[in-house]
Structure formats: structure tokens, C-alpha cells
């Protein structure tokens, strides 16, 4: 019984809203009934299956591979970021500014640049990625720091703990939560910018994929390997929800 | 002994000074109340006592021996428990001595005692948020335990609680007490709680504190409820109360 009140709360909404929205596409795309520029949700469904193999087994591995390097890379520069910052009011104060101009950048103008200097290489592609998402990282972790509970850190310092035993033990737990929240506010974000990537300088990949596909008109073949893409976000997402239960279900409790 | 000399403290950039020329000689073993009102510098008190904070003039020593050269000789419970939400009971009550390195297994076997004693055998692997506000005290109190001090610096540890878990922590705290070698400062705004716990009950007085007024219970040890009703500690209440009353106002 519960278990069917929690589906009606939690899942029934955005299935509902989901399914009208879509109802609405396949109509409308029926309507006009021009496939090649507006195909409808079950054209799109219907060239996915047929493109399977090579959305698949040829283009998206390549993606997965930016999206999750360039996403990996980013975590550590932003975390690290972070932690110098805090450590440090001379580093915070040089790098703020700094930070602030990096995010001011169009990552989409500057590309073809990292491609120019790179080539077609996985190296151009991660430095987009991680241009895009680091910031946040950077940000949200660093607030969580210079927010731990002062009261907290008193009383540490009571037991005697030094600066470091104070970091690991104190304020990283108390930062977990808003690093968990840079995380999944990146996550479709190194997706996106994965593809946008592939769009400007790939020989391979989903967005590479899409790219070529409008170039041939097939509008169903330009939403397949987005649906691709969508999926891979959704499942980032989930899987980083279930770890934020199991590693930072306290947030609340900070 | 504890002893405070002609203690003098402000709170960097602040104005207004919270003790001048303060002095305090505190006895060993006892069970002593440091009331005042709102604002008076009680927590400050024990801020000074445990290193976070250093005196502008004056000295602290222990026997002797100045604060700043002395290692674990008091333990602070603060008001609210701060228990870890990320630990579990036993390691929350183990963090005071894992971070003093000391072997695991030791710390896990104290804490357990520790816990033993505070009546939460069997919650070792609980996490706070699963503690009614009573045991997370008393969670909070195993922790200062294990912190090792002889001196035990508690800061209006029952002030959050309602009062029917409050009146069974007292005469709980008083019965540790009893059992404990240990000297404990407590903290409270409550003059009951005051005269039923203590031994020795200073107010602090004045404004920046200069002095203080020592009160002597004159309770037994082993102590019951029914006897804050005798005309003696009656009396004890008015007289503290008319001094707290005076001090508010001037
Ligand atoms: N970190 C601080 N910086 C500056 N002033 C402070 C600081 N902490 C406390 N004070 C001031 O010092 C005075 C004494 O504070 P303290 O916390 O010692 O009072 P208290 O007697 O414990 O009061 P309460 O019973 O409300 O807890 C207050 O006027 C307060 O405003
Ligand atoms: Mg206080």
C-alpha cells in the first residue's frame, strides 16, 4: 500500500506530465508531417532501434569516455581547488577573480580553439568539459568547508585536534552534501558539453553522430543518439542519488 | 586547585571588557555552579579555562601550573550535544581519544564502559539522529568522559531539555558524580538545579565580572529532592535569587 502512495506522490507526476508532452510532440509532428526536420517521439524511437549498433557499440563508448574522464578530471581539479582555497585566504583571494573569468567564457565559441591547438583529440574534448563543470564544483564544495559548524571545530580543538585531524574529520563530512549537490548539477552538464565537443572536433561519438545526421536531413537520426545521451544523463543522476543516501544522508542534520 | 589571578579579558575587537581583575580559587573533587545572568561571561569563563581564548592580564593556573603549559586537564561539554551526525554513538564517544591517537581497540573498549555507565549499553552502533535529546546528552557527556580531564566544564548541558528529562539527568549527573574522582564546573541559569547539584555555588557579579559571591550548600552527599523543600535551602534560593535580581538591574 505504501509502496503504491509513494509511486502516486513521487513517480506519478512527472510520468503524467511526461506522457502529455510527448502526446502533444507526436501529434503536432503528425500534423505537419514533415519527418525530416520534426519527427514525432515514436520516429525517434523507431531510427534509434534501427541505428542501435552503431549508436551503441561504435559512437557511444567514445562519449561515455569524455564524459566520465572529463567529469573524473573536473571533480579533481574542483575539489582541489577548494581545499587550497580554504586553507589558504591568499590563494582564495588570488584565485576568486580568477575563477570568475574562466566561467564568463562561452565554452562553445572557445572550443574549435582547443581543437586547433589539439587536433581531433579526446584532449580538446575533456579541457571543454571540465571548463564547464569545475566552477561549480570549486564553489560548492569551498561553501561547504566555510560553513562547518564553528561550535564543532571549537570543540575539536578542545580534544586537542591540529589543523589537519580538524579538515578530515570535521569539515570534509560537513562539506559532503554540497559536493554532492556540484555533482549532480554537473553531471548533464559534462554530457552536454561532451557532445557539444564531439560537434566541434570528432571523428566519433554521439554528438559527432547528430552532427553528421543533419547534415543528411534524417531529423530522427539527429534526436537518436540525444535520446542516447539523456539516458546516460538520467542514469548519472541516479546512480548519484543512491550514493548521497548511502555516503551523505545527513545533510539535514548538519 | 584552580585559580584564576587578577584576570583581565575583552573579546578581540570589542569594546567592552568581560572580566577585569576577576579572581577565582576553586578546591578539587568538588561539584561547583557558576550562575549569572544572560551575558555575564559564564561560557567565557570556560573559554578562557579551556585555551580557546587567553586573559589580556592575569593568570590561570592548576596547581600551580600555567593554563597554556597544561594538556588535557578539563573537558568541555558544550550546551548544544554537537554530536557527529556521520558517526555512530560509540564513534562519537571514541573521537576525543582517536584523535589523540590512541590504539582503536582501547578506544572502542572505553567507550563501551563509557557508554555502560551513561546507560546506553546497546546504542554503540546507533546514530544520533536515532537518540531522544536525553540520550544524545548523555552521549555527549560519555564523550567528555573519554576526553580524560579531571576537570569536567559543563556548559548548561540540560538547558535544551524539557523538564521532566532534565530533573532525571540531574539526579542522574549528581549520582556520576558521586561515583566520579573528578571536579566539575557546571554552568546554569537555574537556581534549583544549582543548589541541587553542587557543593559550592559562585555567582559571577558585576559588570565587567570583578568578583564573584560563593554560596555553600549545605546539603549531604547522597541527596534527595525532597530536601530542596527544607527552610535552610529555601532560604538559600531567595537569598540567590534577590542577588541575581539585584545584579540585573544594576
Ligand atoms: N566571540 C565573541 N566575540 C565578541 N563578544 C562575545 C563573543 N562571545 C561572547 N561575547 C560577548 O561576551 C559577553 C559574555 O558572553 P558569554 O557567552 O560568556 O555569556 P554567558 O554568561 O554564557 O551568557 P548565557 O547565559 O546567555 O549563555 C556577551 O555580552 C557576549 O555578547
Ligand atoms: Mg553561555
Given at each position: 500500500m505504501t509502496r503504491i502512495t509513494a509511486f502516486k506522490t513521487k513517480y506519478a507526476p512527472p510520468l503524467i506530465l511526461g506522457g502529455i508532452l510527448l502526446l502533444i510532440w507526436q501529434l503536432a509532428a503528425d500534423a505537419v508531417n514533415m519527418g525530416h526536420i520534426l519527427p514525432g517521439p515514436l520516429q525517434i524511437l523507431q531510427r534509434t532501434w534501427e541505428l542501435r549498433e552503431a549508436l551503441i557499440l561504435h559512437h557511444m563508448?567514445?562519449?561515455?569516455?569524455?564524459?566520465?574522464?572529463?567529469?573524473?578530471?573536473?571533480?579533481?581539479?574542483?575539489?582541489?581547488?577548494?581545499?587550497?582555497?580554504?586553507?589558504?585566504?591568499?590563494?582564495?583571494?588570488?584565485?576568486?577573480?580568477?575563477?570568475?573569468?574562466?566561467?564568463t567564457i562561452p565554452v562553445m565559441c572557445i572550443s574549435p580553439l582547443f581543437v586547433l591547438w589539439l587536433g581531433y583529440t579526446m584532449g580538446a574534448r575533456l579541457i571543454a568539459v571540465v571548463l564547464s563543470t569545475f566552477y561549480a564544483i570549486t564553489l560548492n564544495t569551498f561553501d561547504g568547508l566555510q560553513e562547518t559548524d564553528t561550535k564543532k571545530k571549537e570543540l575539536m580543538r578542545t580534544y586537542g585536534a591540529n589543523r589537519l585531524q580538524i579538515f578530515l574529520r570535521l569539515e570534509a563530512p560537513s562539506a559532503l552534501p554540497k559536493l554532492f549537490t556540484a555533482l549532480k548539477m554537473t553531471i548533464p552538464w559534462a554530457v552536454v558539453d561532451a557532445a557539444v565537443a564531439e560537434w566541434l572536433g570528432a571523428t566519433q561519438g554521439l554528438g559527432y553522430f547528430s552532427k553528421r545526421m543533419i547534415s543528411k536531413m534524417d531529423g530522427a537520426a539527429v534526436f537518436a543518439p540525444l535520446l542516447i545521451l539523456s539516458v546516460l544523463a538520467l542514469l548519472g543522476m541516479a546512480v548519484l542519488e543512491l550514493a548521497e543516501r548511502k555516503a551523505a544522508g545527513y545533510r539535514s542534520e548538519l | 586547585m584552580l585559580c584564576f589571578e587578577h584576570v583581565s579579558f575583552t573579546y578581540p575587537g570589542s569594546e567592552d571588557a568581560i572580566f577585569r581583575d576577576f579572581s577565582l580559587r576553586a578546591e578539587k573533587g568538588g561539584f561547583i555552579s557558576v550562575i549569572g545572568?544572560?551575558?555575564?561571561?559564564?561560557?567565557?569563563?570556560?573559554?578562557?579555562?579551556?585555551?580557546?581564548?587567553?586573559?589580556?592580564?592575569?593568570?590561570?593556573?592548576?596547581?600551580?601550573?600555567?593554563?597554556?603549559?597544561?594538556?588535557?586537564?578539563?573537558?568541555?561539554?558544550?550546551?548544544?550535544?554537537?554530536?557527529?551526525?556521520?558517526?555512530?554513538?560509540?564513534?562519537?564517544?571514541?573521537?576525543?581519544?582517536?584523535?589523540?591517537?590512541?590504539?582503536?581497540?582501547?578506544?572502542?573498549?572505553?567507550?563501551?564502559?563509557?557508554?555502560?555507565?551513561?546507560?546506553?549499553?546497546?546504542?554503540?552502533?546507533?546514530?544520533?539522529?536515532?537518540?531522544?535529546?536525553?540520550?544524545?546528552?548523555?552521549?555527549?557527556?560519555?564523550?567528555?568522559?573519554?576526553?580524560?580531564?579531571?576537570?569536567?566544564?559543563?556548559?548548561?548541558?540540560?538547558?535544551?531539555?524539557?523538564?521532566?528529562?532534565?530533573?532525571?539527568?540531574?539526579?542522574?549527573?549528581?549520582?556520576?558524580?558521586?561515583?566520579?574522582?573528578?571536579?566539575?564546573?557546571?554552568?546554569?541559569?537555574?537556581?534549583?538545579?544549582?543548589?541541587?547539584?553542587?557543593?559550592?555555588?559562585?555567582?559571577?557579579?558585576?559588570?565587567?565580572?570583578?568578583?564573584?559571591?560563593?554560596?555553600?550548600?549545605?546539603?549531604?552527599?547522597?541527596?534527595?529532592?525532597?530536601?530542596?523543600?527544607?527552610?535552610?535551602?529555601?532560604?538559600?534560593?531567595?537569598?540567590?535569587?534577590?542577588?541575581?535580581?539585584?545584579?540585573?538591574?544594576?
Open positions: 563508448p567514445s562519449t561515455l569516455l569524455t564524459i566520465l574522464c572529463g567529469w573524473l578530471l573536473s571533480v579533481l581539479i574542483g575539489t582541489g581547488l577548494a581545499v587550497l582555497m580554504h586553507f589558504s585566504r591568499h590563494i582564495e583571494a588570488m584565485l576568486h577573480h580568477a575563477l570568475i573569468v574562466t566561467q | 545572568e544572560s551575558g555575564s561571561g559564564k561560557t567565557t569563563l570556560f573559554r578562557l579555562l579551556n585555551g580557546l581564548e587567553q586573559p589580556q592580564e592575569g593568570s590561570i593556573t592548576i596547581d600551580g601550573t600555567p593554563i597554556p603549559e597544561k594538556k588535557n586537564f578539563a573537558s568541555y561539554m558544550p550546551q548544544q550535544d554537537l554530536l557527529f551526525p556521520w558517526l555512530s554513538v560509540e564513534q562519537n564517544v571514541m573521537l576525543p581519544m582517536t584523535i589523540r591517537k590512541q590504539p582503536k581497540e582501547l578506544c572502542r573498549k572505553k567507550a563501551l564502559e563509557m557508554l555502560k555507565k551513561v546507560g546506553l549499553a546497546g546504542w554503540e552502533k546507533r546514530y544520533p539522529r536515532e537518540l531522544s535529546g536525553g540520550m544524545r546528552q548523555r552521549v555527549s557527556f560519555a564523550r567528555t568522559l573519554c576526553a580524560g580531564g579531571e576537570l569536567l566544564l559543563l556548559d548548561e548541558p540540560f538547558s535544551a531539555l524539557d523538564s521532566i528529562t532534565r530533573i532525571s539527568l540531574q539526579e542522574w549527573l549528581r549520582d556520576q558524580w558521586n561515583h566520579l574522582e573528578k571536579t566539575i564546573l557546571f554552568i546554569t541559569h537555574d537556581v534549583e538545579e544549582a543548589v541541587f547539584l553542587s557543593e559550592k555555588i559562585l555567582v559571577l557579579t558585576g559588570r565587567p565580572v570583578t568578583g564573584l559571591t560563593e554560596f555553600e550548600v549545605p546539603l549531604p552527599r547522597e541527596r534527595t529532592r525532597e530536601m530542596l523543600l527544607r527552610p535552610d535551602i529555601a532560604e538559600l534560593k531567595e537569598q540567590l535569587i534577590a542577588l541575581l535580581r539585584s545584579e540585573a538591574t544594576e
